[in-house]
Structure formats: C-alpha cells, structure tokens
C-alpha cells in the first residue's frame, strides 16, 4: 500500500550545501522532518553540482519520512553562468548584458529538456530564448526552424 502524503515542499537550495539554516531549516521543521537526514542526503546526492542553485522537490509523508527529487538549475541561472555574468539587466527593453548564440540555447533546453512542459526540442528552445529575452540577453541570429 502506497504511503500517504503530507505534504508537499519546493526550494532552491546550493548543490552540497544544504544547513539547518533558513529556508530549509523552517520550511522542513514545520513539517516534522528530521532536517539533518535531508542536508545530509542532499549533500551527499549533490556533490558535484556543489555551488549550483538547484531546484527540490520534497514530498513528506503522513508517518514524517520524506523523498525528495532534485531538478536541474533553473534556465535564469545556467544563461547567466554561460555568459559569466552576475544579474541581469534591470531594463531589459533597453539595456543589453550580453548576447547567446542558438548552439547555446539547445544547449540549455536539451539539458533542461525533463524538467519543462514541452515535448519537442525547437518549443524548448523558444522557452529559453524567452528567458533569455526577459533578462536582457540578445539572441543572435535566425531562430533554426526559420531557416
């Protein structure tokens, strides 16, 4: 017989540096989760993403035990790390921080292709690019299926 769930809990915490320390600490205790156990699961499952900002999907049980899914980075994130850039721009109408190529928005979208609410690679790529838009960031060139 399947578990009965308690509750569900989404966060964003740095890969192999997960601490009893807010958010996590607050978000987990509220729900009767031993949060030791988790840091030391997730640091363990995330250690050579150390340092990345990575999506968690917690899903405590009704007896307090819990599983939990990690998520790849989110897309704001893996495009300011290809462009080794900090923020994006504050008016992205206006104001560009840098520019992508294409190869690099398939990049992005087939590693972040599981995680998406598409099914085909060119409507991931749109996504991105969007993504892209909205930070500030230039697309180069013709969109591959324009071609």
């Known amino acids: 017989m399947a ?16 601490n009893p320390a807010p958010p996590i600490g607050p ?19 995330t250690q050579e993403r150390a340092g990345q900002i990575l999506p968690v999907q917690i899903t405590v049980y009704v007896d307090k035990s819990f599983e939990f899914v990690i998520k790849t980075p989110p897309v704001y994130n893996q495009l300011m790390d ?22 690099q928005i398939r990049t992005i979208a087939e590693g972040k292709m599981q995680d998406m609410n598409c099914f085909t690679i060119e409507s991931a790529m749109k996504m991105v690019a969007g993504s892209a838009r909205s930070a500030g ?9 324009d071609k």
């Open 82 to 103: 290809t462009l080794k850039i900090q923020s994006g721009s504050a008016e992205p109408n206006r104001k560009k921080v840098g520019t992508v190529t294409w190869d």
């Open 27 to 45: 978000a987990l205790g509220a729900k009767g989760v031993n949060i030791m156990e988790f840091c030391k699961q997730f640091n363990a499952r």
């Open 137 to 145: 960031i230039n697309v180069d060139g013709a969109a591959p299926w």
């Open 3 to 18: 578990k009965e769930i308690g509750a569900l809990i989404k966060l964003q915490v740095k890969g192999g540096a997960a």
